[in-house]
């Protein structure tokens, strides 16, 4: 059954069509359909110009994100998301290495000429299930190939973040690199940084939280590419690199913030979190996360020999299944701390996370004159609560008055 977002892409290319116009679906979605993969999203290449693609499906359902790329975006109903229309074209010069200084537009074939790799250059009519492959891509995903179009130094000069998704690609699919395609981003590596910081980070966010992220980390190392993007971790060789390696591949679905922190444990510059914040311009939840799974990693991993009320404070925050996660991959998911801790997660709230018998206000209710001593005071009471040495109000204010 089709889900509403594959309904809207056959419709598109079925009203384009009604007008008159060729349309196929391009790229990732035709690649990941022939990988046996449910495609994240649909694009739709056309013969169409963005004003004819406006009249096509009016002004309301069009946004004109990229019309001087040729891109338009079509709005669909409110569960088949939206579809990126562009028309087919021919790209002048790169010169600011991203955007073509120009457009022209042309055919499938021409258009299919402009892309970066060959798995990602197929065209695919879901009115005849037919595929339109003009540069060789179906025969590179059968090879398990990641090859660049034509000349690989004019595609990388194109995008030089090309050169990281060939990584991204490769290790996503567990493709090989094709030679001439991996030595030209190797000659072109440190021009990687012409790159927009956040550009690079949404990159390496989409290789760390995949599956492949250890691949994705060796091919940064293969291709070269490493010293550029991720320079913190290239003095790590041998037995110190296959524990890097082989710690991100043992997390289970982490977030971004886990794989970072995890990456960084094996680094041991403390500084090295902030040069990687600073550099791919993390958001601030990401690298304030990665940095409090850090700083509490010697409490999970000794957990079973820590005070409750030290590890409760740990354990009741956001990160602590993100913490205990990576304490698992560090030391093992049958060591005594990690399942202490997994017990301890297992409690119900009001038993990992007991209301305070007291605060402030309550002391100095009972008379007690409040002032710097009030913070210690509430943290002794507390810590007495979840010992299990007080278990009611009147004992916390006692307790207090003493």
């Known amino acids: 059954m089709a ?100 457009v022209q537009f042309s055919t499938p074939e021409h258009d299919a000429q402009r892309r970066d790799f060959t798995i990602n250059g197929l065209f695919y009519d879901p009115q005849s299930e037919q595929i339109h492959d003009f540069v060789g891509g179906e025969a590179d995903l059968l090879a398990g190939i990641v090859r660049a179009i034509g000349d690989p130094e004019a595609r990388i000069a194109e995008d030089k973040l090309r050169m990281l998704r060939a990584v991204r690609f490769a290790a996503r699919f567990d493709f090989a690199i094709e030679p001439a395609t991996l030595q030209a981003v190797r000659d072109h590596a440190a021009e990687i940084n012409q790159v927009s910081g956040e550009r690079i980070g949404a990159e390496m966010r989409a290789m760390l939280v995949h599956p492949n992220r250890a691949a994705a980390l060796t091919l940064l190392r293969t291709s070269e590419l490493e010293p550029h993007v991720l320079p913190e971790t290239v003095e790590l060789t041998g037995d110190t ?16 913030a886990l794989v970072l922190a995890a990456v960084l444990s094996q680094v041991g510059d403390l500084r090295a979190g902030d040069s990687i914040t600073s550099r791919w311009k993390l958001a601030n939840r990401d690298a304030d996360r990665a940095d409090w799974i850090l700083d ?107």
């Open 241 to 256: 690199w296959q524990e890097l390696t082989g710690l991100v591949g043992r997390l289970e679905e982490p977030s971004y």
């Open 296 to 402: 509490n990693r010697p409490t999970a991993l000794a957990a079973d020999s820590t005070p409750w009320p030290k590890l409760q404070r740990v354990l009741i925050e956001d990160g602590a299944q993100e913490l205990v996660a990576l304490a698992a991959a560090l030391a093992g998911d049958d060591s005594p701390a990690v399942v202490h801790c997994r017990e301890r997660l297992a409690l119900p709230p009001e038993v990992l996370n007991p209301r305070p018998l007291v605060n402030g206000g309550d002391l100095i209710a009972e008379g007690l004159q409040p002032g710097p001593h009030f913070g210690a005071l509430l943290e002794q009471i507390r810590d007495a609560q979840l010992d299990g040495q007080i278990t009611t109000r009147d004992e916390a204010i006692a307790m207090a008055k003493q």
């Open 3 to 102: 889900t509403p977002q594959r309904q809207f892409a056959c419709d598109v290319v079925a009203q384009l069509r009604e007008a008159g116009y060729t349309a196929l679906w391009a790229g990732g979605c035709v690649r990941d359909q022939l990988l046996g993969l449910a495609p994240k999203d649909y694009d739709v290449a056309t013969s169409a110009t963005p004003d004819e693609v406006r009249k096509v499906f009016g002004r309301r359902k069009t946004i004109p994100v990229g019309a001087s790329f040729g891109v338009m975006t079509v709005l669909g109903p409110k569960k088949a998301g939206q579809i990126e229309v562009a028309t087919f074209r021919t790209d002048g010069g790169y010169s600011d290495g991203r955007h073509p200084d120009q």
